[in-house]
């Protein structure tokens, strides 16, 4: 929270949602409903935040920074449920917070960070229920926190298609009687997994209870009605949808992971020769050997058939390429998000899980090395540490940066 209260003003994509949350704490019906291409859930946390704290940066903020921390404590969840260590659990939640994605998201008003620490605690249900004979339980909880990451941004639904999805295929290979030649307990798949688990179950997991969740959130804009409802979900549709006019930053889907293009959410001069800088990049320290590290989960997987390593490539894949089969005809690299938090759970499992993994010391040399570039990023992420431009200019490694 140091300095996130500035800027002062309305930065970035914050004129679109901070009006919109102001809208929702007036009397409705809203005509016309301010940013209607979006679900209300993420802008009801930030207006009754604006409630509590008032009409100002605190209060449009709060929420987002508070999502940001319980992110932090998803990831966490999710790597214990994965690794069954407290360590490598610690390092996952590290490296969240160092990758500077996390800590930039969680310091603007915007409705990212709302969908992807929902995401993240449906993720973190679903290894659990993964890995249980009667998954029931954990797989309604996961799909709940789908539902609810889906009413902020209908990208959150990305997770809960991928949980789908990974639960049609296991059922598939079941019903073809599949079995592994020397299967063992690290085996992703196994003909015994879940042997009560019914095609009934999965709907209600995830289908009736993510509905119901999603639909709840609605009822503070549009009540009780139906017809509302459907015709807000078709507006959102057409809205993103429709062709959109060239942005100055905007980036496509396969650059993302090598982080071409980042978005400056603020550039501002101060009085003196130094500048108010926050930009979305993400820490290259440690999304740059992620990519190395899913190399080895494909390669587990594949050859060992671990099931930390399906699922790490199921999460980090499954929520990215879904932006390729989209109609949606611009991108952001915070789109990028969901997958690059993942990303710190394929560098945990190679620094310590995968078939040649180093000793453990290496991984926490690699955490305090990514903490070298978090630190180094700090003056073009916080606005009110402010930045000359020689640092700028040397932080500045690429022209597609700028």
């Given at each position: 929270m140091i300095g996130f209260t500035t800027p002062d003003k309305i930065a970035f994509d914050e004129v679109h949602y901070v009006p919109a949350a102001k809208q929702l704490l007036e009397k409705g019906p809203y005509a016309p409903l301010l940013n209607p291409m979006h679900p209300p859930l993420a802008k009801e946390f930030m207006a009754v935040s604006i409630r509590i704290f008032g009409d100002t940066p605190l209060g449009w903020r709060y929420p987002s920074v508070l999502f940001g921390a319980l992110a932090i404590v998803a990831i966490y969840l999710c790597a214990l449920a994965l690794f069954a260590s407290q360590g490598?659990?610690?390092?996952?939640?590290?490296?969240?917070?160092?990758?500077?994605?996390?800590?930039?998201?969680?310091?603007?008003?915007?409705?990212?960070?709302?969908?992807?620490?929902?995401?993240?605690?449906?993720?973190?249900?679903?290894?659990?229920?993964?890995?249980?004979?009667?998954?029931?339980?954990?797989?309604?909880?996961?799909?709940?926190?789908?539902g609810l990451a889906g009413a902020s941004k209908w990208s959150g639904f990305f997770p809960l298609g991928v949980a789908i999805a990974i639960i049609g295929f296991v059922r598939l290979l079941q019903g073809w009687r599949t079995q592994f030649a020397e299967a063992n307990e690290e085996d992703w798949y196994r003909p015994d997994r879940w042997p009560d688990f019914r095609y009934y179950h999965l709907a209600l997991c995830f289908v009736l209870v993510p509905a119901l969740a999603y639909f709840i959130t609605w009822i503070p804009v549009s009540g009780f009605s139906i017809s509302g409802f459907i015709e807000a979900q078709r507006r959102i549709f057409a809205e993103n949808s429709a062709q959109h006019p060239p942005h100055l930053y905007m980036s496509a889907w396969p650059s993302w992971p090598l982080l071409m293009r980042p978005i400056w959410y603020q550039f501002d001069k101060m009085a003196d020769e130094r500048f108010q800088a926050i930009v979305f990049l993400g820490?290259?320290?440690?999304?740059?050997?992620?990519?190395?590290?899913?190399?080895?989960?494909?390669?587990?997987?594949?050859?060992?058939?671990?099931?930390?390593?399906?699922?790490?490539?199921?999460?980090?894949?499954?929520?990215?390429?879904?932006?390729?089969?989209?109609?949606?005809?611009?991108?952001?690299?915070?789109?990028?998000?969901?997958?690059?938090?993942?990303?710190?759970?394929?560098?945990?499992?190679?620094?310590?899980?995968?078939?040649?993994?180093?000793?453990?010391?290496?991984?926490?040399?690699?955490?305090?090395?990514?903490?070298?570039?978090?630190?180094?990023?700090?003056?073009?992420?916080?606005?009110?540490?402010?930045?000359?431009?020689?640092?700028?200019?040397?932080?500045?490694?690429?022209?597609?940066?700028?």
């Open positions: 490598a659990a610690l390092a996952a939640a590290a490296l969240t917070f160092l990758n500077q994605m996390v800590f930039v998201q969680s310091r603007i008003a915007m409705l990212d960070i709302y969908a992807l620490t929902l995401d993240l605690f449906g993720i973190a249900a679903f290894i659990y229920g993964y890995r249980q004979q009667r998954p029931e339980r954990a797989f309604a909880l996961a799909g709940l926190c789908f820490n290259p320290l440690i999304l740059w050997p992620a990519l190395a590290a899913l190399v080895i989960c494909a390669r587990d997987f594949i050859v060992a058939r671990r099931t930390q390593a399906f699922l790490i490539l199921a999460f980090y894949f499954g929520p990215w390429l879904a932006w390729a089969t989209l109609p949606r005809t611009i991108g952001f690299i915070y789109y990028y998000l969901p997958s690059a938090t993942v990303a710190s759970l394929a560098l945990v499992y190679a620094l310590t899980q995968g078939e040649r993994a180093p000793p453990r010391w290496v991984l926490w040399v690699f955490v305090a090395a990514s903490a070298a570039g978090f630190l180094a990023l700090l003056p073009i992420s916080v606005s009110s540490l402010g930045v000359t431009m020689q640092s700028y200019q040397r932080l500045m490694i690429f022209q597609s940066w700028i």
